[in-house]
């Protein structure tokens, strides 16, 4: 990874900061995207501050559901470091309801980000993994599979994530395809997940008395810490690409 140019999405706290700062320890040049400018007490971590644990980084203010925010952005890091070869599709928004609780802000919110911004950035990133000698993208999410624990409390969450499985095994498919259109050369593209709840501060951010987030704080007491997770990927970028592709791995099968 020394030298290699990475896009990470979500970068100011939580499992994209701790990726961007582990891959930047590498020799990484780490391309923070991400919307925190300004530090709230109850969840720390700007976009500035990541970027300031990162060696060689560059940081933009971007609005992933944007097209034109992040096209603006990816050009503004390949003018500066002169291309991309990995990208992380990391940032995403969660708010664990029942369908019957979730009103369509949120619903829109959690696709929006969830979804539709790992689309608009990994279809502006292609053209430039295109040119890269080992391309890779890396989507935080679980395998495209309905498991009986992801079908409650959070149902928009797990649809939307489970969604970016299902477009990383997309583009991983298209990238084999002996017909492959020269913009999808070579690109590989797998996903990452924590087999336990990560004790992020988001996580420890909500509100004590939402009985959704009582089992995941409890499930915090045996989880990853996002600098574990940020290991996972670092051995599974370490790796050349063409050793696996359309993949979906979880953090303790990798460490």
């Known amino acids: 990874l020394n030298g290699r140019v990475v896009v990470v999405t979500g970068a100011s706290r939580g499992i994209g900061e701790a990726i ?14 991400a919307q925190t400018t300004k530090n709230d007490p109850a969840l720390p971590g700007t976009i500035q501050d990541a970027a300031a644990a990162c060696h060689e980084a560059g940081e933009r203010v971007t609005d992933i559901t944007s097209a034109e925010q992040v096209q603006n952005a990816i050009r503004a890091v390949v003018d500066r470091f002169g291309g991309i ?15 019957i609780d979730t009103d369509l802000r949120r619903f829109d919110k959690m696709t929006n ?13 292609l053209p430039f993994l295109n040119e890269s000698p080992n391309p890779r993208v890396l989507f935080v999410a679980p395998a495209p599979i309905a498991d009986a624990a992801w079908l409650k ?14 477009l990383s095994s997309a583009l991983a498919k298209e990238c084999g395809d002996a017909e492959k259109p ?20 988001a996580i420890q951010a909500r509100p004590a008395h939402w009985s959704p987030y009582d089992r995941v704080r409890k499930l915090t007491n045996l989880s990853r810490t996002p600098a574990a997770v940020a290991d996972a990927a670092f051995r599974i970028l ?9 993949r979906h791995f979880i953090d303790d099968d990798v460490l």
Do not use: Q
Request: aromatic share 10%; charged share 10%.
């Open 113 to 125: 980000v969830n979804v539709k911004g790992s689309f608009i950035v990994t279809n502006s990133c």
């Open 153 to 166: 409390p959070h149902t928009v969450y797990s649809a939307s994530k489970i969604a970016m499985g299902f």
């Open 182 to 201: 020269a913009a999808y050369k070579g690109v590989s593209s797998n996903t990452l997940w924590p087999r336990y709840a990560v004790a992020t501060a």
């Open 85 to 99: 070869d990995v990208l992380i599709n990391n940032a995403s928004t969660h708010w664990p309801t029942k369908v």
């Open 238 to 246: 370490s790796a050349p690409g063409s050793e696996f592709s359309n």
């Open 20 to 33: 961007a700062v582990r891959l930047a320890g590498a020799g990484a040049h780490v391309a923070l995207l």
